[in-house]
């Protein structure tokens, strides 16, 4: 059951990586080896941060509070991700951390190290987020960021690789980027129910 939830964590925090790796394919923007690494020890830095404050937060809370407050704070994400896919898309975007597909700013068609360590961070909220979930639930701080990191590194080389093939592609009124939003959001509330039981 434990690496049932470490693979949970991995995917919902990883499932971004690849909407945003489609939409690089797309446009014909390539990541480089040492840009997709530097996204993923990212990914690895923002879930262990989240999953030592998820251990200290269950440390200081008695009886089956952290539980509670894991099902909780899981169920908000989850259900936030949710609403999220179907979130129509703006036209004019202010923040760029809230459309990462976009980082390529010097329009070169690949992501630069200063590109890729913006676009970490934009990609890693969900991490950090997960990882105070996986924390709470006192899973293996090592296992969850590792696998966080590796899940965002293939993620994003899978989803630039398909790109081209799968973007005119939907299921029902989804795209596959926002199918993709939509089922982390159900493995979050999944996650979110094993607490219950």
Known sequence: ???????????????DNFGVGLSYGVQRVRIPF??????????????????VAGAWLAEMLP?????????????????RIMIIAFRPQRKHQAN????????????????SLGEALLLGIALSA???????GAGLLALSPIAI????AVGSYIT?????????????????????????TFMSGV????????RLF
């Not at 059951?1 to 499932?15: N, R, V």
């Not at 040492?34 to 999953?51: E, K």
């Open 187 to 194: 493995i979050i509330l999944l996650i979110a129910a094993t």
């Open 96 to 111: 760029v951390f809230s459309e990462p597909e976009k980082m390529d700013f010097d329009g070169s068609s690949h992501i």
């Open 156 to 180: 994003l080389s899978i989803g630039v690789g398909l790109g081209t093939k799968l973007a005119g592609v939907r299921i029902g009124k989804m795209s596959v980027g926002q199918f993709g």
């Open 1 to 15: 059951m434990t690496w049932l939830l470490i693979a949970g964590f991995a995917i919902s925090s990883s499932i």
């Open 145 to 148: 960021a590792l696998s966080a």
């Open 34 to 51: 040492t840009s997709n690494a530097l996204i993923a020890a990212i990914c690895f830095i923002f879930s262990l941060i989240g999953i």
């Open 63 to 79: 009886g089956i509070l952290p539980d509670l407050i894991a099902f909780a704070v899981l169920s908000i994400i989850g259900i």
């Open 126 to 132: 969900n991490a950090l987020t997960n990882g105070i």
